[in-house]
């Protein structure tokens, strides 16, 4: 998957890496047992459910964009399952991000799973939530992995993180 990036850019949404179908159809966060999309609706961060399995509509790319949602993942090679990276692969995605934030100054960061946030800035103790550290002046927040193997996750408790980090972001663009 590419990165989807508007200018000017709200949340940067960072993922771990494309799954097969992300990779197939260049959209994020797209296999349909994913609680990304249920979730991004569910805090009243998007007007509507995007249906990303199919890619994203010309009308999803324009909402997302006009809301200055971006999307841009840590690593950008596809494997079945996050846990398949390499420790030197997180932290390689880790400084291909900070040039990604140097180049589109997003407001925020949101990092979608905190064991990946923890091995590519090796900070072993990092919680979810907002990081004391920025990346490059950019502050950083930590919620949980929407992935349906994350069984610790309900679209309920990632739309009260998600809706945690937007608030904070319009509070920060005041």
Known sequence: MHDRIPDPCR????GINPGRLTEEVDAPFAFPGNRFWPALEAAGITPYRVRANEGLSA????MLAERGIGFTN???RMTPRASDLSRAELVEGGRRLRDVVVTHRPGALMFAGIGAYRDAFRRP???RGLQPETIEGV?????????G?????TVATLAESYREVWEATARERR
Do not use: C, F, I, R
């Open 59 to 62: 009308e999803d790319a324009a």
């Open 74 to 76: 840590l690593v950008n």
């Open 139 to 147: 502050p950083v927040w930590v919620v949980g992995n929407p992935s």
């Open 11 to 14: 949340l940067l949404v960072v």
């Open 125 to 127: 103790k990092a919680t």
């Open 149 to 153: 193997l994350n069984a610790h996750e």
